[in-house]
Every structure is written in C-alpha cells, then in structure tokens.
C-alpha cells in the first residue's frame, strides 16, 4: 500500500523550474533521525526502512501490511547533515530570496525526533566546546553559502536578521536584551501578519550572523524531559531580510512599506509530545498543552488549504500566533520546504505515523509564490483586473452567502465536510455583524433615555424659574410702586364719592379701594382717583375684552390686579421694566427648553437651584439677572428719592433679598 503525496507529479522538479506558477507545492523531505543510545540499550526495534531515495517503508510492529510515504526525498539515519542541507535544496531558496520570494524551511516531527538538529547541530557539549562543524545544521550551512553568494554578487545587498520564540502563546523576541516581554502580532494589508516591535537587527559578515544565532539559541526555552535532554519548549523563527536597494528614480509606495527584498525564515517547531510519555507536569505540562493546541490549530489550516475550493473557505490563520506568523508560507506567496522528522524506533510508530500523514497532507498544499513587487506606482491596466477579479470574488461570495441563507432557512438538515464548514463560518460572521448591531442598539437606546431624562429635568427647572421671575416681578412692582413721586393732583375717584357696591374683586394692590376689579365683568371699577396710577400695570383680563391691547403687553395670570386706567391705554406705561419683565414672564412661561447633551453631574448641594438652572439654561439665568438688575436698580432709585409722604414703606422694608 502506498500513500501518495504529490497530486500531480515530482515537487522537486517543480521547485527547479521555479516558483513563478500560479500554484507551487510545499516542497517536504523526510529525515530519519538513527536509533539513539538509549533506544538500542532498551532493545527498541526500527520501524522504518528507506526505499530509494524518496519512499519510506512503514512495517507495523505486529505484521500486517506495510505502509510506504513518498516524499521530495527521504533520508535515513546514516546520512550527513551536509546530505540533509543538499537534499532540501535550501541554496535555490536562497537564490528565490535575493531575487525578492520570501521562503520558508520548516522542521515538523514528535519531540526528540532531531528537528532541532537537524536546524542547528547539536546543543553544545560544554562550555568552550565547539561543535564539530561537520555537524553544523541547515541554518549555520545557508549563512556561510548565502554570505559568500553576496560577496560574489557584486551589489549591494542589506541583510538583516530577527529572531523570535512563541511561547505558551506568546512571541518574545530572542534579540532583544532583557527579560522578554510579550510582542503583539499584528496585520496589515502591505505585511500580512507580522510582531511589532521586533528587533531586526543588520550584519554584514558570518560571524556576526552566528553571534546572533547563538544569542537566540541560549535565550530560547529549553528543557530536560523523558523523550528529550534538551526538548525546545517554544516554537522559533529566525528570519534573514536581503534587501537590494530599490530603483532610485520612483519613491517607495508607502513610506511605512518594508524594504524591498527577500525573506528566508527558518522555523524550528517545538515537537508535539504526549504528556504520558514525555512525564510533564506542572509547567512542562502547560508548556506541552500549548505547543500541542499550536500545532493542531497549524494542522487544522493545512487541511483546510487542501480544500480545492479553498479560497471561498475560511482558514482560521488566526487561531495561533504560529499560524499567523506561518500564513504567508502555507497559503499565501511564500515558497516552503518542510523537514518532517521521525524516530525509527517501533515505540514512536503512532506520533511517526502522525507525522508521515501531516507531512503528506502538507506536501498536497500549494502556495502562489509572487516576486517584489515592481516599485513604484502599479500599472493601471493591473489595478482594474485586480479590482474586476476582487468584485467577481465578492460577487460570488455573495451569491454564496445568500444560497446558504435560504438554505438554512428551508430546510435545517446539516451540511456536510467542507460546505458545512463554510456554512458554519459564514453563520459565524452573521452571527457577529447580529451582535454588533444588538449592541449598537442598545447603546443609541440608552442615549436616548438620558436625553429624555436630561430634557425632563431641564423642564423642570424651567418652571422653577419661571416661578421665581414671577416672584422677582412681583417684589419689583411693589418696589415700583412705592418709590414713584407723588402723583399728579386727580380728580376724585368716584369710588371716594359714591363707594362701590361691595363684590368679590381681587385684592388690591394699594389701599386704594379703585384698584378693585369687578368679578363679573372683570372690568375696573375706576381709575381716577388712585394715587399710584402712574405706575400700575396695565392689565387686560381677558383676550376678548375690546382693548386692542397687544398680547405681548398682556400680563400672565400671576399678575397682581392693577391700575384699569393704564389698561386702557398701554402707551400710558410709564414704567419701562414692567413691559419688559412682563414680555419676559412670557416668553418663559411659553419658551420649552431642550437641551442638547444628556444632564451633567449636580453641583455642589449648597448651591441654589437657580444656579444650576443657570448653569443649564443660560437664557433663563441671563433673564432672571436682568431682572435682579431692575430690582435693584429700583431699589437704588427709590433711595435716591425721598418718600413722598410721611407713613410711606421705606424701599427695602418687609422684602427678603432676592
Ligand atoms: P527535537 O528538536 O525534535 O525535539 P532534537 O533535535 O533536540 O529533537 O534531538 C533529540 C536528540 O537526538 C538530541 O540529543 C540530538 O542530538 C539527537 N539527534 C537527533 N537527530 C540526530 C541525528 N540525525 N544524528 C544524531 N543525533 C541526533
Ligand atoms: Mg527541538
């Protein structure tokens, strides 16, 4: 039985001809790593034989058919780290990212199954012991190849490097000095994912590059489990940028863009382990949990990328910091190699077993690899086929969105394998815009609640200080009235003559019985022989009544009952402040306050409320100032003048201070 992983032919081939298809495998080679010490001491038996260069032979250890995985090339344990790094071919991934292709060279496997080793060599033995560098891995072995290439290119090229571990699922950088503090992954549309604030640092020889790679090495978590002396409990990527600087003659798009230039990441995957059988606990059991629930969630987006629809399926890159930072070199424009790396032992043959159907399922997964991008602005004709074929996308994603909707309403039967699965996220998304317009709601529905109650309370403040001009007015015509100079000689009121017949008139305003109204006719009674004539208000008591008194001049209702004579006629006011307050009574009476933003905490509780109200309404508060300014200039002006008879109220006299 033979499972096969390439669709359609020899990925290695693929790869020579070049990454510019529309669509490019993940290139994987398989390592075998040799039995160890330990296994060969407990009488472990291999399970895994080669067969040629690219199949691998899987015998079950209780008989049973074999199982053969064919991969880009399979090396078993006898084999050199210099075999691994030419069969990987990293030199053409190299070439792809001087000329601008950001690749990736990935190691995937159970801990302890040599992924590291195979990245980096083996930790070193002590310190002030080198490691061997026959031993060295793919890492160490690009650097030299890339560095002497640059010499040799004859341009100038800028290279930079960055490296960084995710750990319990969070990225910390490896260069940085310090303790590490968690870094942010973010997106944006020119970047894709990428961690903010990372330090990238620019070298110009081998020795400095390997200085950097040590750093990261000795700063990165690693511990001692039963699988694993030294099992890298974070997952980690070292990236190196070669930029080539770009055309003087065009400025770059966007100021904020990255260089123009070539990425080659290497990522060294912490291994999947079962708890069980590596003894973690307490925090190598968090450690585990973490890098497990990684590489599920990495899985989990490959085998969705085998989805030949895949690009109307959702690929959940941002269920782990690792798939985020992987997106680009699973799905997106990278080109990709993966080292799946297994143990030959017979008692890994389940997590080896695991590993042999991931990377297969991996090696199905096709990128779309793209160069740099021609600086400067795109070509126009590029622009309108990219916006034509964006509004076809969003077209169909349309029609497919409302094919499920009427789907799901009709009938309720479950969707199955993919569909369902689109189903579900596209349900996911309604489900969130639902939520957001729920919340929105609610939140408009609150803010209308408070500027219904703000609106209220100003009503009612508003009435309490229509109550308090009228209360203001009141004082002020009895203040008018008892500093106005004498009157001129009258003739007698007839009332003094002849005394009208007793009625139910409203209280008089002076002693004089002339300031009585008839109840029936609400009529004068008379207006001659009234010695404060000149100052009171005139008055019409009801619209009918044939005065062609202005309703502007008409006092409210709270009005005290007056002089008739001044009724009459209101050019005969002789008091200015009255028509004034009077106009203003009204106007605040009639006047509704709406006020535009929701109420303001009270004031302190000793303040009047006619303050907050002024505060809040400052037309109100402007009004009720004007008239405390004709009270008290009344007031001023009836000081200034003496009283004009013996007996009469001194100004201030029987009223509070407003
Ligand atoms: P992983 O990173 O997959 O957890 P390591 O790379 O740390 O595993 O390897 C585990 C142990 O096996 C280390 O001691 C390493 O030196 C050893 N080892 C792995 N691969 C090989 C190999 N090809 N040849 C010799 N020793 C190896
Ligand atoms: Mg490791």
Redesign the pocket.
Known sequence: MEERGTPDGDPARSLEQGPEGPETPIQVVL????M?AAELRRGEQSALHCSGTRTLQVSPPGGGPDVAFRFGAVLD?A?T?ED?FQACRVRRLGELALRGFSCTVF?F???????????T???PQGEGMPVSPS?AGIMQRTFAWLLERVQHLGAPVTLRASYLEIYNEQVHDLLSPGSPRPLPVRWNKSRGFYVEQLRVVEFGSLEALMELLQMGLSRRR?SAHT??????RSHALLTLYISRPASQKVPPVDPGEPPVGGKLCFV?L??SEKVAATGSRGELMVEANNINRSLLALGHCISLLLDPQRKQSHIPFRDSKLTKLLADSLGGRGVTLMVA?VSPSAQCLPETLSTLRYASRAQRVTTRPQGPKPSGMKQPQNVEAEILQLREENRCLRLQLDQMGSKASSCFLPASGFQGARMAWAQRNLYAMLQEFMLENERLRKEVSQLHSSRDLARGEQRVLAQQVHELQRRLVSVCTLHQPAPAPAPPCPCLVMPAAPCHALPPLCSCPCCHLCPVCRAPLARWACPQQECHVPQVLDPETPRGMPLSSRPPPWAPPCSPGSAKIPGERNHSDWTQTGVLAEMLTGEEAVPSAPPLPSGSPNAPPILRGAARIPNLAQRLEALRHQIGSSLRRGQSQPPPSEGRRSPGRGFPPC
């Open positions: 390592r075998v790593r040799p160890s344990g084999r780290q691994v190691t496997g159970q801990t302890g199954s040599g992924k590291t080793y195979t990245l060599g083996p930790p031993l690693s699988l694993n002396q030294a099992s890298s060294d912490a291994g790396c």
